[in-house]
């Protein structure tokens, strides 16, 4: 399944240094592509899928904070849950999240790093491309913005060489910056051609902070920040205000939009990554589908972390971009699957300019796959991979099998 093409009845796939040579049927690459075969039997082989949002090392919270009442609360309830967290802690979380990953078929996945010293250790024990994107908060920091923004610049440029990816730059999200860090890390990574991604209007908490100077979120945080940037519009406005909206951003959630937010997204370029359940474990307002992708917003899926997904009864649950896919269908049933499947292929891999290299079959494009077992009968090959559940029969990454259960 190249996903950018119709499904290929008994295709084949020609790969040498781990990138697709070549995408179709059996009978005619045989001939051309001489040597070893892997015959994979019965089943669907499509791209790995690509995770537009995540918190890897938050996988250990797993099922432990139970929703809360105020999106604020929730940010409060994992501080105090990380306070206690050293190195083996976070490395040993964040790894666990990447083994989940490569056994539900996602084989990129853009990463928001909060602790930036284990990333070295990390990023060269896994074998999935990490799109590690270094955190900046700092509203309490009495340091200036420039050191902030050079700090992670320089931890960046002492991972380029680390595990396969690559680094960017996450301002955390309007509420937790100051307006001066926005504005520095939007020159500094268009300067050194760095991608970007933020939280961005996430809750109403937020939508209120910054459109009206209201709510718990103003409340709690006027003590702490500068609130001079509150009460001029909308959290899109406020960061296109800064310079941060354009093609090199990946802004998350999305969920509380203003007037012409998804129309000024789009002017700008701006991907969006929705992440179905955490926006149902916080109870978020209907996340707005149909007017970003109206608008022209290119639009894909995240799992986000563990921390903000409820478990099933008796489960505890797991990064799956299978899962995410089940959730949005409950919330928007009459997307076809075919559109469905780009939410978590080509559309992620654009948002982390990673287009025509993942999250389709084609030659020039990684060679990273994912495989399910599991026949067709009768039904579209497309409806059969977004109705998937569990793991897939094997990942491959770069050209080497990284997953096959015995
Ligand atoms: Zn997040």
Redesign the pocket.
Known sequence: MPVVSPPIEDGALAISDGIIRAVGPWRELRNEWPGTIDDLGEGIVMPGLVNG???LDYTDLAGELAPPREFTDWIKSILAARSSWGFSEYAGSWLKGADQLRRHGITSVAN?ESTPEILAHVRAATVLRVFSFLELTGIRSVRPSGELVGDALRIAEGLEMIGRGAIGLSPHAPYSTRSDLVERVAREARQEGLRVTM?VA?SLAEFDMFAFRRGPMFDWLKSQRPMEDCGLGSPVVHLDRYGLLDANLLA??GNYLWRDDARLLASRGVSMAH?PQ?HAYFRHQRFPYRELLESGVNVCL?T??LA?TRAAPGKRPQLSLFDELHAFQMVEPNVPPKELLRLVTVNAARALGWRGRAGQLTPGAWADLAVLQEKSSGRRAEEVVVTHRGEVAATMVGGDWVWQPS
């Open positions: 949002h995540c918190h928001i939280h996430e998350v959630h992440c955490s995240g986000d972390s903000s």
